[in-house]
């Protein structure tokens, strides 16, 4: 039993103040403590009078990071208690400065890395992590941070936030989780002449070669962990469908990027239609942009299209793509594999010209690249539609395609609005807007917690499908009144809790259960979930 300084250096233990009388006299903490016994409460609204003394976010996630080494129970209890106000500063957006500025602000280590020069001993140097219960693994190789790019081993600063919303949000006890670098090197050549960069230095992997890294990670991970799940995130598109092809019929895994960026954005459709009044299986949607996240959401829509009874066809008919060449239609050369199943028959044309040819009633921009939605497109969206549906996903906000005010002012006040990043509410037209975030952090970790309750063996698009219907059916009149596509993030361990029961459920129904089932699943989640303030 640790005692004394032992307790107080461990973050996991150390409860600082809030040690009881007895309970220091019991552990030896007796005058290493000032006098004063504070309460949990007190202890959070400390932590809320220093994060106001700070200048930026970027100072507020320091503070924070280093509170969740110093103290994980107050933390978290910080972070559940105030989720709407911590979660942009522990993940998007804060997190891409954080990631950009990782090598300079690293204090101490958080996560698990992997460099080439593991190769054949990666199961070996894998028994150096101190917790042997790991369920869920959140792992990146930092090529395709956010819209932020290849940014090598400071991406771990992903793999950390995932796993913060996955204790917060869905209650996974943070002992069982596990952020991973596959630090494979970078191509970001300011990086590799940046003296603080902590990462491999030297141009990324590439390859058969890689993937031969990636195969003996998997087989690592089933040897030391073989319950846990993997999430794959922030991988560059072409990687991020071969590993995901490669590994979902074989491992307990998914890609965050592809399929959860796909249920929230579905959610929001869903939801989007309570405003419209136009029947989910008459929408004609455009995305710019035909990377991971993009053909990701088509394809879960394209699921729920045929869903409503739509042929296979007819469904991917309803989904149309624009990308730096303009309109993806079928005999164009060089098409990637993910682009070719919604390349369509129909002329080639530019963004504007396939606007006013298709007349879309959704338009989802994931380009990465901010103002894409400009004036004169937001404008023919309103033309088009009595009350056009944007949806400007790219991360971080400073990426965003179009601001939530641009998008209500162009459209005078007409846009039905949603966004990857979060925006402050905008008056205009003289109502009031509170715009949605698309956060995956509605999906996610619900996710995770129905896998992991009832140890499911892989994870089907029919959950993710789930998931968006769950999630939708969450959004309040209050929510739709104010133009929001998504519940409040305060009510998001509650809807982990749904989504995870609902995951449980199909894995059971499925035969993909590898846990006993529990009479009552809902109980039984509701039992394993980790709560920081009990």
Known sequence: MKKGYDILRNGSLDRSVEFTRAERRALGLEGLLPYAVATQEQ???????ALRGKKNDLERYILLNSLQDRSERLFYAVVVQHLEQMTPLIYTPTVGQACQEFSRIFR???????TPEDKGRIAEIMANWPEPDVRVIVVTDGQRILGLGD???????????KLALYTAAAGIHP???????????TN????????FY??????????????????????????????ALVQFEDFSTPNAYALLDRYRDRVCCFNDDIQGTAAVALAGVYASTRITGIPFKDLRVMFLGAGSAATGIADLMASAFQEEGLAPEEARRRLWFVDSKGLIVQGRDGLDAHKQRFAHPHAPMAFMEALDDIRPHVLIGATGSPGTFDRDVIRKMAAINERPVIFALSNPTSRAECTAEEAYTWSDGRAVFTSGSPFAPVTANGRQFRPGQGNNAYIFPGIGLGALVS????????????AARTLADRVKPEDIAFGSLYPQLTAIRELSHAIGTAVAEESYRTGLAEQHRPADIGRS??????????
Request: proline share 6%; aromatic share 10%; charged share 20%.
């Open 43 to 49: 202890q959070v609204q400390r932590v809320l009078e």
């Open 108 to 114: 101490r280590t958080k996560g698990f890395y992997i």
């Open 151 to 161: 940014l090598g081993a400071n991406g771990m600063g992903i793999p950390i936030g």
């Open 175 to 185: 002992h069982q989780c596990m952020p991973i670098m596959l630090d494979v090197g």
């Open 188 to 195: 970001n050549q300011a990086l590799l002449d940046d003296p």
């Open 198 to 227: 902590l990462g491999y230095p030297h141009h990324r992997l590439e390859g058969e070669t890689y993937f031969a890294l990636v195969d003996e990670f998997i087989q690592a991970v089933q040897q030391r962990f073989p319950k």
């Open 455 to 466: 140890g499911a063996c892989s994870i089907t698009d029919a959950m993710f499908l789930l």
């Open 525 to 534: 989640m509701k039992a394993y979930m980790y709560d920081p303030l009990a």
